[in-house]
């Protein structure tokens, strides 16, 4: 089983829907969590941070459940150049570091 | 202010042949790492270093990668002798020392092993 887990989609939605991810990790000594955003055949870029209390960035909302060991990323009112795919990454203790771990991606797709 | 760069941005070579790759950080990032990406994969970490420091390097792959931050500033990592398996998107990133897990990647360089 990965540690890091998504939907690979293609999620396939209309511009102005609002369309969520989730992401599930497997160890419980996940620190911090992170979305990414990478569009095809470039670099990620960090999209948000993940807050235990939740946080919003415009039309972008991002949830922690710890008990449930999942994120989620809300995306509302969506456009055209939303469409990428939405990496999920955790930080977790190892030893004396911490390792960054990426989830496979979810890609999404907005159609006019 | 300049992104991470790497270079190059695509390399083909052949088995047994070896290659080295580039990466300079955004000024004034002490963290620097390496991720690779192979095709159909999720990205993976390979190092993360601190200034000239390997803070950790748990996720090379074996003894033919070898990476090197002389003085700080750039990166380069070494694959030799490469191998067929060597072959996908190799990532650098580079964070501030206040803000170490939000990181700005480069556009990665293209490796094909042939």
């Known amino acids: 089983r990965k540690e890091v887990e998504q939907d690979p989609g293609p999620f396939n939605v209309p511009e102005g829907a609002t369309v969520a991810f989730n992401c599930t990790y497997s160890n419980s000594a996940s620190q911090s969590f992170f979305w990414y955003r990478q569009d095809c055949r470039k670099e990620p870029k960090l999209l948000m941070s993940v807050y235990s209390s939740g946080n919003e960035d415009g039309r972008f909302t991002a949830q922690l459940n710890r008990a449930s060991q999942y994120i989620s990323l809300l995306i509302r009112d969506s456009k055209l150049s939303d469409s990428a795919t939405y990496l999920c990454v955790v930080l977790k203790k190892h030893s004396s570091a911490s390792k960054i771990i990426f989830g496979s991606g979810t890609r999404l797709s907005i159609r006019p | 202010e300049a992104g991470v760069t790497q270079f190059p941005s695509h390399s083909v070579i052949e088995k047994g042949q070896t290659v080295t790759l580039r990466c300079d950080p955004i000024s004034g990032h002490d963290n620097l790492y390496w991720y690779r990406r192979v095709m159909g994969k999720e990205i993976k970490f390979l190092l993360h270093?601190?200034?000239?420091?390997?803070?950790?390097e748990s996720g090379m792959p074996n003894n033919r990668f070898l990476a090197e931050r002389t003085g700080g500033t750039y990166s380069t990592l070494k694959v030799q002798p490469a191998e067929l398996e060597d072959s996908g998107v190799y990532f650098c990133?580079?964070?501030?020392?206040?803000?170490?897990?939000?990181?700005?990647f480069g556009p990665g360089t293209r490796l094909t092993v042939t």
């Open positions: 270093f601190v200034k000239e420091s390997k803070q950790d």
């Open positions: 990133a580079s964070s501030h020392v206040r803000y170490v897990y939000e990181q700005y």
